[in-house]
């Protein structure tokens, strides 16, 4: 999938014009990525990247409730505020602490994102199992979406999902055409 998924993007971006970065972007993002070099009292990277995974994988696994849930927007959201120490030593050459630093920060953002997406889907669906609504539910066959914004962060909107195209739809029993 990943060879197909590339050949898809490439498609997609050709012809497409590149959006221009002024000089006052690109300085702010380096000066964000030199600021991780810069840290007093560093938070340790690799630390703050074992508890989201330890959070994920303890509250976000296979099978999900409300206060599993709830457990982990609540550990994330203590993360985010150690995160903001998060600092490595070092230069910017060959320093995968740099790189974890930078990548934790978005870990972090996406984590949060997809436990308050769990959390409103009330329902099991797919690879999403809540143990406190084990039912497929009709009305929530919808995209739960992220859309980023400088106020909150993100806003979260539902998207319908397309109806499957009918010669797919006939290769399916009747009771997944009526899931579907």
């Known amino acids: 999938f990943g060879k197909r998924t590339g050949e898809e993007a490439a498609k997609y971006v050709k012809g497409k014009k590149l959006s221009s970065l002024s000089d006052s972007e690109i300085d702010a993002e380096i000066d964000r990525v030199l600021s991780f070099l810069e840290v007093k009292d560093q938070v340790n990277p690799y630390e703050v990247f074992e508890k989201l995974r330890e959070t994920m994988s303890s509250n976000v696994g296979i099978w999900r409730n409300e206060d599993g849930l709830n457990k982990a927007l609540s550990e994330i959201a203590e993360l985010k505020k150690v995160a903001i120490r998060v600092g490595v030593s070092g230069s910017t050459k060959f320093n995968p602490g740099l790189v974890t630093a930078l990548e934790v920060q978005g870990m972090l953002n996406i984590a949060e994102m997809l436990v308050t997406a769990a959390r ?50 006939a290769l399916l029993s009747k009771e997944e055409q009526e899931n579907a």
């Open 120 to 169: 409103e889907r009330k329902e099991s669906r797919g690879a999403h199992y809540r143990q406190d609504y084990t039912d497929l539910k009709k009305e929530w066959r919808k995209n739960i979406v992220f859309v980023k914004n400088n106020e909150t962060g993100y806003t979260m909107r539902f998207d319908p999902v397309p109806e499957l195209p009918a010669e797919l739809k």
